[in-house]
């Protein structure tokens, strides 16, 4: 194994272990090798086989990938300006996240005054959580109305029929989590 990957390796695993709070025994005996293997493996001075690594992988709960990855940076900031945003009639959504999380969208919605937003039925089984910052927003769901002043909440179906607005005289900001069901086969 090269020099630079065993590094990787040993620094990679290293900290997932103390991201656990775990100690080398705890893991080792998890991962069904030797204390001493996996001391060698922290320290860069192991040359392990691809069963040793899959068993240090399962242990730690990561892909074989994510061991010989690249070191990632600690945290990265992402300005507001580099998130994805579109235009939908008057109103803006801009994810809130920069990666994807599956099953999950988060989005920020900017409805000016008198905007009215439909949305999109998701797959069946959906439910979609709608949180108003600022408003007030009045959500439309199944036929029902929801009037939101900020704080509120309303959980619903996201695969019904919807639609969200602003009925008053400033912009009304409300944050939209979907959680989708599966999709059935």
């Known amino acids: 194994m ?21 100690t080398q025994a705890e893991l080792a005996k998890l ?9 060698n493996l922290e320290s860069g001075a192991a040359n392990p086989t691809l069963q040793v690594l899959y068993g240090v992988a399962n242990a730690l709960s990561v892909s ?12 990265r900031h ?17 994810k809130l996240l920069p990666d994807p999380l599956p099953g999950l969208e988060l989005d920020r919605m900017e409805l000016p005054p008198g905007a009215r ?9 959906t439910r979609e959580y709608l949180v108003c910052e600022s408003g007030p ?8 109305r929801y009037q939101l002043e900020p704080g509120d909440v309303v959980v619903f179906r996201g695969d019904q029929r919807h639609s969200y ?12 989590a979907v959680v989708l069901a599966p999709a059935r086969p």
Do not use: D, F, M
Request: glycine fraction near 12%; avoid cysteine.
């Open 31 to 39: 991962a069904g090798v030797p204390r001493a293997t996996w001391g």
């Open 64 to 75: 074989l990938e994510e061991l010989r990855a690249a070191p990632r940076a600690r945290a």
């Open 137 to 144: 927003l009045v959500l439309v769901a199944s036929g029902e």
């Open 2 to 22: 090269g020099e630079e990957l065993a590094e990787r390796l040993a620094r990679n695993i290293r900290a997932l272990r103390e991201a656990r709070g775990a």
């Open 78 to 94: 992402y300005p507001v300006a580099s998130l994805s945003s579109r235009q939908r009639g008057a109103v803006t959504v801009r």
């Open 165 to 176: 607005e602003n009925p008053g005289r400033k912009v009304a900001v409300g944050y939209s």
């Open 117 to 125: 937003l439909v949305g999109v039925p998701h797959t069946a089984g």
